[in-house]
Nanobody
Framework: QVQLVESGGGLVQAGDSLRLSCAASGRTFSTYAMGWFRQTPGKEREFAAAISKAGSNTQYADSVKGRFTISRDNAKNTVYLQMNSLKPGDTAVYYC?????????????????????WGQGTQVTVSS
């Protein structure tokens, strides 16, 4: 069982930056592909960013491309989401997720269906 704990959310103004962290339990973090998703009330959870287990490949939703950066530190069992130039439309609960058996070291996943474990979420609120 993998436990994921997000942190770093908060209330910021448009144009500000935040860095979210997701700490994972266990010794096999480096074998997981990781992702960040977000959700607002009444809407489905949507993909934001993903990173391969080695950190060599990333992908982003069009809505965050150029503003958000996903990274990971396998020595610290942590994945990050650096969010710059935040907009009110980025307001959501942000979740990190882990795929415990990616097809290859370079695989990333956009669909929530491919993730096995989820954190509890952290709220990000961007005011205008």
């Amino acid at each position: 069982q993998v436990q994921l704990v997000e942190s770093g959310g908060g209330l910021v103004q448009a144009g500000d930056s935040l860095r979210l962290s997701c700490a994972a339990s266990g010794r096999t973090f480096s074998t997981y592909a990781m992702g960040w998703f977000r959700q607002t009330p009444g809407k489905e959870r949507e993909f934001a960013a993903a990173i391969s287990k080695a950190g060599s490949n990333t992908q982003y939703a069009d809505s965050v491309k150029g503003r958000f950066t996903i990274s990971r530190d396998n020595a610290k069992n942590t994945v990050y989401l650096q969010m710059n130039s935040l907009k009110p439309g980025d307001t959501a609960v942000y979740y990190c997720a882990a795929n415990q058996n990616p097809l290859s070291a370079t695989f990333t996943y956009r669909s929530s269906a491919y993730y096995d474990y989820w954190g509890q979420g952290t709220q990000v609120t961007v005011s205008s």
